[in-house]
T-cell receptor
Framework: RKEVEQDPGPFNVPEGATVAFNCTYS??????FFWYRQDCRKEPKLLMS???SGNEDGRFTAQLNRASQYISLLIRDSKLSDSATYLC??????????FGTGTRLQVFP | GAVVSQHPSRVICKSGTSVKIECRSL??????MFWYRQFPKQSLMLMAT?????????EQGVEKDKFLINHASLTLSTLTVTSAHPEDSSFYIC???????????????FGEGSRLTVL
């Protein structure tokens, strides 16, 4: 079983739609959780951290369920510019990040 | 602008040659840098942790004699792929943690990546 699992997609949604991605992790000792965004052939960039209480940044909402060991990302009012691969990332200690394979999102007009 | 710079962005070499990739932190000092490899449609896989002034820590299955890492200063780490073979063709990405970043543990910034093609 992979340490971090994501549905690779692609998720094809129209502009303005709401889309949600889930991610599961296997190690219950995981400490920190993040969503990164990666555009095609580019480096990943931090989108947002994920906190136990859930957190929101504009159109993006992230949630963590430690009991079920999953993380979610909700994108509201999708924009064409949201098209990218979204990487779920888990941290066991301060140095090592474990990346999921990513979920590809394609927003169409 | 980029806070971690990686060079070269693209390199093509012949089988058997060695290739050096540089990773620089531009706005901060990085005592630790990380080297990842990403194959098409796969996740980033951590290869090694580069520690300034000491030996790198390699992940299981990564050959330290093949992937030489040098972290000679607080702003520069280099990865040398020695005696490259076609199966080494991949996207190599470095990253560094800014202790002053917005993450609780310091934001991780990535270089632009280096696409290696070994003929």
């Amino acid at each position: 079983r992979k340490e971090v699992e994501q549905d690779p997609g692609p998720f094809n949604v129209p502009e303005g739609a709401t889309v949600a991605f889930n991610c599961t992790y296997s190690n219950s000792a995981s400490q920190s959780f993040f969503w990164y965004r990666q555009d095609c052939r580019k480096e990943p960039k931090l989108l947002m951290s994920v906190y136990s209480s859930g957190n929101e940044d504009g159109r993006f909402t992230a949630q963590l369920n430690r009991a079920s060991q999953y993380i979610s990302l909700l994108i509201r009012d999708s924009k064409l510019s949201d098209s990218a691969t979204y990487l779920c990332v888990v941290n066991y200690n301060t140095d090592k990040l474990i990346f999921g394979t990513g979920t590809r999102l394609q927003v169409f007009p | 602008g980029a806070v971690v710079s990686q060079h070269p962005s693209r390199v093509i070499c012949k089988s058997g040659t060695s290739v050096k990739i540089e990773c620089r932190s531009l706005d901060f000092q990085a005592t630790t840098m990380f080297w990842y490899r990403q194959f098409p449609k796969q996740s980033l896989m951590l290869m090694a942790t580069s520690n300034e002034g000491s030996k790198a820590t390699y992940e299981q299955g990564v050959e330290k004699d093949k992937f030489l890492i040098n972290h000679a200063s607080l702003t520069l780490s280099t990865l040398t792929v020695t005696s490259a073979h076609p199966e080494d063709s991949s996207f190599y990405i470095c990253s560094a943690r800014d202790p002053a970043g917005r993450e609780p543990t310091g934001e991780l910034f990535f270089g632009e990546g280096s696409r290696l093609t070994v003929l």
